[in-house]
């Protein structure tokens, strides 16, 4: 069972969150705790999954990635084993930054990052409607990413 947090660790989480990168020895200095204890809190947050993974943010542009495409998806049938169906052949998709089963209009919403227009339409038109269930797909092309990926506030 998780623990509950209290503001030592609440202060570790949010700096991580800015700065992954922090040694022990700076984290534990900024959140005014000896290395040792710093170390054990940071185990105890990684294991009780406050902090699931970690890993670098790579700029889209600079590996030929700058076009951000959402895509709503409406399935044909609003079931159990439909929406299964579409999630276990979505999740195999590495085109795919972010699948969410919504309420309204659509059944999901697709965030997915691809070099261009007729990269992401070629895409569209060998993968995404040939997905199970897949009755219509809705496209917004992102002009500008005003935030993105931004801090959890807690």
Do not use: W
Request: with cysteine; net charge positive; proline share 3%.
């Amino acid at each position: 069972m998780a623990s509950r947090l209290d503001r030592i660790d609440l202060k570790m989480l949010r700096l991580l969150q800015n700065n992954g990168r922090l040694s022990n020895a700076e984290l534990a200095g900024m959140a005014g705790v000896s290395a040792a204890t710093c170390h054990r809190r940071t185990q105890r947050l990684f294991e009780e999954g406050y902090i699931p993974e970690v890993r670098a943010v790579v700029a889209p542009r600079k590996v030929g990635k700058g076009a951000l495409v959402m895509v709503g998806v409406v399935l044909d049938r609003s079931t159990p084993e439909s929406f299964a169906s579409f999630e276990r052949a979505i999740a195999k998709l590495k085109f795919v930054l972010d699948c969410h089963l919504v309420a309204g209009d659509f059944d999901y919403f697709l965030k997915i990052r691809v070099g261009d227009m007729e990269d992401f339409n070629r895409i569209h038109g060998e993968q995404l409607i040939a997905l199970p269930g897949v009755r219509q797909t809705r496209t917004f092309f992102v002009m500008k990413e005003v935030v993105d990926n931004a801090p959890l506030e807690f």
